[in-house]
């Protein structure tokens, strides 16, 4: 598909990230409060202000604080939805002086859902290697189910945050291997994990097929899930992660629909064991997204320390929440799936500083001299991402967070 042109003159450029192909999904406040906003080149259009217009169909659903009663309305809205703001939004539009821009750099961005629950899986298959191998061994590095069941846990709805939100380092249990009995301190192993989330748009009461479970998902966004390495080592077993994954987990500003990302469509790696008929694809199911990850320490230069794409993952979204409906669990509209780390097979392709740095062993060095096993006080992460057309990018904007320092002794009295 080629570029389609607007009358926004910037979604035009080759390298904006939110052209007429794209309308990420939104929510925005200039000062005059928060709306449902779409991205188009440098601007936001207001998506209330042209529904109540009536340029817009479905506008009763459209009026609120995020988007989740539009995307309770279901595929088919979501298409008709689409289809508007591209005449709106296109070279010829007649009605082009009656829609509302405002300025993206005016304005902040907020959540653009209210996250019913949160799921978090282990679906990369190299990520999942390289950790098995760290704390493992390479010949013991996958649990015996991986390559059979995309493996999750439930994670807390309550800690997800929007992008440049600042991340507080967690207190929690610490033991070093050669200590007798655990400490309670701050994070000394705080991690990134360069994810892609799920955004599921329909409900279910009972199991679903791969095919209804992508029919679900309404769209993409940039995830960055925080982990503490060092309480997770000593609070997982025998019941997985737990309070390590629950400071926060940060996502992206913009909604990429799913139906923007439909060019990119690709299929998951070849398998190495055969699924249950349930968690088999009838198509290509994942996207050709590239991703990266920048690190700018504080004060300090940003120097990009990784760099992979959305297609190494081992289980798609719709495998992954076709999955999680196996045994009846009802899903509900705004639940978020996060993928799981993104690596790819080459160095610089890792999606954690747990195996950019080898759990510490092969410190990363950075563009001003400085070092990073783990991440520092001050540090910024920042996680991009875009699917690359004929002369155009389908971009999910920046997803950012700030590790700041820990507070002091919460229990001292």
Not at 94 to 121: G, H, N
Not at 370 to 392: H, Q, V
């Amino acid at each position: 598909m080629p570029l389609l042109k607007s009358w926004v003159e910037s979604a035009n450029s080759a390298e904006t990230g939110f052209p007429l192909n794209n309308l990420p999904c939104g929510v925005f406040d200039d000062g005059a409060g928060a709306r449902l906003g779409v991205a188009i080149g440098d601007m936001i259009l207001d998506v209330a202000a042209a529904a109540r217009a009536g340029l817009l169909p479905h506008g009763a659903a459209l009026g609120g604080r995020d988007w989740n009663a539009f995307m309770a309305l279901g595929p088919a809205a979501w298409a008709e939805l689409r289809a508007a703001l591209t005449d709106l939004l296109s070279e010829g539009s007649e009605v082009r002086a009656q829609v509302v821009l405002v300025p993206m750099a005016e304005a902040r961005l907020l959540m653009p859902i209210t996250v019913a629950e949160y799921t978090d899986f282990y679906a990369g298959r190299t990520h999942a290697f390289n950790v098995g191998s760290i704390f493992r061994g390479p010949e013991n590095a996958l649990p015996p189910n991986w390559l059979s069941i995309p493996i999750g846990y439930n994670g807390r709805a309550s800690s997800v945050v929007v992008s440049g939100t600042d991340v507080r380092r967690p207190w929690g249990q610490l033991k070093a291997p050669e200590a007798d009995l655990p400490v309670f301190a701050p994070c000394r192993r705080f991690d990134m994990e360069l994810e892609i989330g799920a955004i599921v748009g329909q409900p279910s009461e009972g199991p679903v097929s791969v095919a209804e479970a992508d029919d679900m998902i309404f769209g993409y966004v940039l995830l960055n899930d925080w982990s503490a390495r060092d309480i997770q080592a000593w609070e997982y077993q025998p019941l997985g992660p737990f309070q390590a994954k629950a400071t926060a987990t940060t996502i992206g500003p913009w909604i990429v629909t799913k139906a923007a990302l439909e060019p990119f469509r690709t299929s998951t790696p070849e398998r190495e064991r055969e699924l249950l008929p349930h968690l088999q694809e009838p198509g290509p199911m994942i996207y050709d997204v590239e991703l990266e990850v920048a690190l700018a320490p504080e004060g300090g230069a940003e120097a990009t320390i990784s760099r992979t794409n959305f297609r190494e993952l081992y289980y798609s979204a719709a495998q992954q929440l076709a999955h999680h409906t196996t045994s009846g669990c009802p899903m509900r509209v705004g639940d978020l799936l996060g993928s799981g780390t993104i690596s790819g097979t080459a160095k610089d392709s890792r999606g954690s500083l747990l195996e950019l740095s080898w759990s510490g062993s092969e410190p990363i060095e950075l563009p001003g001299g400085e070092t990073r096993s783990f991440l520092e006080d001050g540090d910024t992460l920042t996680l991009r991402g875009a699917a690359r057309g004929d002369g155009y990018r389908v971009g999910f904007g920046d997803c950012t967070g700030t590790v700041i320092a820990a507070l002091k002794d919460p229990y001292a009295r």
